[in-house]
């Protein structure tokens, strides 16, 4: 599968792993003539439902194999391509709230101050706090 695509190994394979996973699960009863616009829809509309991402990649691995089909003169048109454009969610960035700040800065306040902490050679490029910290001040345990 794939084999004549300019891509590197490693894509090719993810490629087919999407394909057996996303793609042929759904139309495994259906030969490529029967894979209308209309099937694509419903296949992307559930697979939206599940995830954006999940969606973007099923339609892009897809369109591939239709277009590789529409050259190779299987089938006339690539009903991927004709199916209607997906809409991108909303996306509501996410900002540390003030006392996770605090906690954070308090953390490396404490750090700092450890005992037997080499306080030259902290100024001259020890590592700050971890991203354990961090994660740990982000689930409310500074």
């Not at 599940?50 to 009903?79: C, D, P, Q, W």
């Not at 991927?80 to 969610?89: F, L, Q, T, W």
């Not at 700050?128 to 910290?133: A, D, I, L, S, V």
Request: charged share 30%.
């Amino acid at each position: 599968m794939m084999h004549d695509v300019d891509r590197s190994q490693g894509t090719k394979e993810t490629y087919e792993r999407q394909l057996r996973g996303l793609v042929l699960p759904f139309f495994e009863h259906y030969t490529i003539r029967e894979v209308t616009v209309g099937r694509v829809e419903m296949f992307l509309k559930q697979q939206r439902e599940l995830s954006y991402s999940r969606a973007k990649h099923a339609r892009k691995t897809f369109g591939m194999i239709m277009a590789f089909a529409v050259r190779r003169e299987i089938i006339t048109r690539n009903s991927v391509k004709e199916a209607s454009r997906m809409k991108k969610p909303p996306h509501t960035p996410k900002a540390l709230t003030t006392e996770q700040i605090a906690a954070i800065r308090l953390a490396a306040r404490e750090w700092r101050s450890q005992e037997g902490r080499d306080v030259e050679r902290d100024r001259t490029g020890a590592e700050p706090p971890g991203p354990e910290c961090v994660a740990a001040v982000s689930h409310g345990n500074p």
